[in-house]
């Protein structure tokens, strides 16, 4: 079946950098475009930004722009997340999500992960 | 960004109440809007796209209708494994931005 398959929960120190893998299994994994979506405790969902699988181009939210870095490797079906000088606001889980559509960059969240859980504390 | 407002915040129902949670957004958006459905400790779970088509696998007393700035969520008749919270999205552009949550409680 499709599945997404997230690394474990991190603890990070203000300033660190963290790195979120999702392994993606049960179809092509280059057909589909791949988002990274946060949510801090208790509040709503923030898109952070989207990587295209099969060439790893990217693009990413204005806000993370310069911390943020999403990659990819076609040889263990999985995408990366990396954000870097963390801050005690990074605190949240992390999602990775499908883009439901082929060929387009923008569509529905048809498939996600199971989410990791990054604490930011001194 | 475009911004997206959900109304209710809250929402305390009965089981087999129908429910109606609307979401309008700052700019037209065409049918580019989506719905998720999220319980505690649990990734979020798309229910409709494209404003009024069902995900597969979905119960179809889930529907969605609207178009360009204004969109409904409804749900027939509630059902125990209903009480979360329901977000909606839209993916007319980049940023994809969602609404603010509407949390569905039990009365």
């Known amino acids: 079946q499709v599945q997404l398959v997230q690394s474990g929960a991190e603890v990070k120190k203000p300033g660190a950098s963290v790195k979120v893998s999702c392994k993606a299994s049960g179809y092509t994994f280059t057909s589909y475009f791949m988002h990274w979506v946060r949510q801090a405790p208790g509040q709503g969902l923030e898109w952070m930004g989207i990587i295209n699988p099969s060439g790893g181009s990217t693009s990413y939210a204005q806000e993370f722009q310069g911390r943020v870095t999403m990659t990819r490797d076609t040889s263990t079906n999985s995408v990366y997340m990396e954000l870097s000088s963390l801050r005690s606001e990074d605190t949240a889980v992390y999602y990775c999500?499908?883009?439901?559509?082929?060929?387009?960059?923008?569509?529905?969240?048809?498939?996600w992960g199971q989410g990791t859980m990054v604490t930011v504390s001194s | 960004d475009i911004q997206m407002t959900q109304s209710p915040s809250s929402l305390s129902a009965s089981v087999g109440d129908r429910v109606i949670i609307t979401c309008r957004a700052s700019q037209s958006i065409s049918n580019y809007l989506n719905w998720y459905q999220q319980k505690p400790g649990k990734a979020p779970n798309l229910l409709i796209f494209?404003?009024?088509s069902l995900q597969s696998g979905v119960p179809s007393r889930f529907s969605g209708s609207g178009s360009g700035t204004d969109f409904t969520l409804t749900i027939s008749s509630l059902q125990p494994e209903d009480f979360a919270t329901y977000y909606c999205q839209e993916s007319y552009s980049t940023p994809p931005t969602f609404g603010q949550g509407t949390k569905l409680e039990i009365k």
């Open positions: 494209a404003a009024s």
């Open positions: 999500a499908r883009d439901r559509s082929t060929g387009t960059t923008l569509d529905a969240f048809d498939v």
